[in-house]
């Protein structure tokens, strides 16, 4: 087993097997006699040492691998061998180096050219990307500035804060899409050195033709480098911000969705109530997690991309990753459209269930009517559609809601009738009018008062489904009828209802198909009459209630289709 040795190079460690760093070493070594007399000799080996340190980090899959002697054949085989290059000049230009056995693959990197630039090297860095000149990237970028009134100026900005400069020497060969290999580096350097020299030789040529470009060129940079700290300093506070909405947002959603369920509400489970209204068959994990997926994603890209703004040193997602991600964000939308859809389709269809009740009056009775509440389920006196989770007496959940309805109509007949018309949804017209038909409605009649529950219950495994009752009383002519007040918030002024919200609490009496008030004032009856006079005269046709269950379908609900009417009903609902 061979000794590993840790090693810094250009700043980046690395743990190396012992023969392989003995070769290395020895390369290094190699280069530098290489490069004895040449120009520049100090930045070529550090370019090269932080090239051969890259191209070590591209073979590293994780902090703890080993380096061996297959990658630094490689790294030198890429890099070249020293005796490869000839350092005398004439040979310098005209003999081409050895071809070697592995090749960089030389991907062309976007970078900043500030070498060549005029303000913040972006033109002259995406020429040498997209191999156009510099001067017609200017030109285009100064006429959409001006055709987009400005607008361009952000894009060019974000372009200057989010492309890096091409600092080092492989960053200018990557720039260009050279291969990063010892010759190119050596190149490099000696470029830069011959134009130091030329700047030399022709100072004054250059300081008399150049000088209107460095004039605007040190106003540009100064001015740039304004423009670039007011820049930096709101993209900061805009990373700030993400991190704040994307690690909020993650921290509600992981404790909303995953800690919920074992919170109370209102008696019951938050995950009782989601599950109540489930209608798509899913179970309720399977919900919970395709939402944390799919809402949970793209605030953590935010999160992240808050981090990336704020911290430069931190390392990009790798590309499998990110494809991961995104798979399971796709995955989870396409999945809850499906159970979306799903869900509408369970309530596509409404179905209702009619029950006719002779009530224990006679005409010439006075016939009150009051809510009664339900101390067993709810105190609550007042007409309301949410829906809560309560258990009856054995034990078993029940769903609770105070969403019924009550209007006022004639009778066909001498007797007075509650007609009890329960509704709820389902995937089909049987489903709906099966599930409507499990809705428990009691009332009772103590002497002459109706005692009208003011809420209904059905069983939990029926689930929500727009379930309602709605109760349609039915008086004959000549009768008196005295409405409780309680019933205020429960009465509804629908078609062809005769009872008028102001005669609540008063005696009024059914004549002539109308309810007349017999104790009202006179300025609330002045009142009624003149604001609903034109009602009067479209619904009083309408207002009778028959037996007849086509007869009563055209008059009260001729958009609904299959009624079932029981006259009479042979026992009321209970609940055990």
């Known amino acids: 087993m061979n000794k590993t040795v840790n090693i810094n190079l250009a700043g980046l460690f690395f743990h190396i097997d012992e023969n392989a760093y003995a070769k290395l070493q020895r390369y290094l070594d190699a280069i530098k006699r290489s490069f004895t007399d040449a120009q520049g000799r100090e930045e070529i080996i550090q370019d090269i040492e932080a090239r051969i340190a890259e191209l070590f980090s591209e073979r590293v899959k994780n902090e703890r691998q080993v380096i061996g002697m297959t990658e630094v054949e490689e790294v030198i085989n890429i890099m070249g061998q020293p005796e490869d290059y000839r350092l005398d000049e004439e040979i310098f230009e005209d003999e081409p180096a050895k071809e070697n056995k592995y090749t960089d693959a030389s991907t062309k990197k976007l970078y900043r050219d500030t070498e060549h630039s005029y303000i913040g090297g972006v033109c002259s860095g995406m020429g040498h990307y997209l191999h156009i000149d510099a001067v017609w990237l200017r030109i285009a970028l100064i006429l959409l500035t001006i055709f987009s009134w400005g607008g361009f100026i952000l894009i060019y900005a974000a372009f200057w804060i989010f492309v890096p400069e091409a600092r080092t020497t492989s960053e200018k060969l990557e720039m260009r899409g050279k291969p990063v290999n ?27 033709g150049n000088k209107a470009r460095e004039g605007a060129g040190s106003f540009a940079s100064t001015l740039g480098k304004i423009i670039m700290f007011i820049l930096k300093v709101f993209v900061k506070f805009i990373g700030i911000l993400l991190i704040l909405i994307g690690g909020c947002t993650l921290i509600g959603l992981f404790v909303g969705l995953f800690t919920a369920g074992t919170l109370d509400f209102f008696d019951g489970s938050i995950a009782d109530y989601v599950e109540m209204a489930n209608t798509s068959g899913a179970p309720l994990w399977l919900i919970t997690l395709l939402t944390f997926l799919a809402v949970g994603i793209p605030f953590f890209m935010l999160f992240y991309l808050g981090l990336r703004i704020l911290v430069n040193t931190l390392k990009r997602l790798s590309l499998t990753a990110k494809l991961t991600l995104l798979g399971l964000w796709l995955v989870s939308l396409i999945a809850i459209a499906v159970l979306g859809v799903r869900q509408g389709m369970a309530t596509a269809v409404d179905g209702e269930t009619l029950i006719t009740e002779v009530l224990p009056v006679q005409p010439t009775d006075t016939l009150t009517v009051k809510m009664k509440t339900q101390n067993k389920y709810s105190a609550e006196k007042y007409h309301n559609q949410s829906w809560k989770i309560r258990t009856d007496d054995n034990g078993n959940k029940v769903i609770y809601n105070r969403d019924v ?45 109706l005692l009208l529950d003011n809420f209904f219950v059905t069983d939990y495994i029926n689930k929500f489904r727009d379930q309602e009752v709605e109760l349609i009383l039915a008086i004959p002519e000549g009768m008196t009828l005295l ?13 062809s209802d005769l009872l008028n919200r102001d005669y609540i609490g008063y005696y009024t009496v059914m004549q002539e198909s109308e309810l ?20 009067y005269s479209e619904s009083t046709s309408d207002s009778t209630v028959t037996n007849n269950v086509y007869e009563y379908q055209s008059k009260v609900e001729p958009e609904q289709d299959g009624v079932d009417v029981e006259t009479p009903v042979k026992e009321l609902d209970s609940i055990n």
């Open 516 to 535: 007349i008030c017999t104790t009202c004032p006179i300025e609330v009856i002045e009142e009624v009459e003149e604001s609903n006079e034109w009602e």
């Open 405 to 449: 309805n009550l209007s006022v109509q004639k009778s066909d007949s001498p007797e007075a009738k509650l007609i009890i018309k329960k509704n709820a949804q389902g995937s089909s017209f049987n489903e709906a009018e099966n599930r409507a038909q499990q809705i428990v409605y009691n009332f009772e009649v103590v002497g002459n008062t």
């Open 483 to 495: 409405t409780d007040n309680n019933i205020a918030t429960y009465h509804r002024n629908r078609y």
């Open 182 to 208: 010892i010759d190119n580096i050596q190149r490099k350097v000696k470029e830069g050195f011959d134009t130091v020299a030329d700047s030399v030789k022709n100072v004054d040529y250059v300081k008399y």
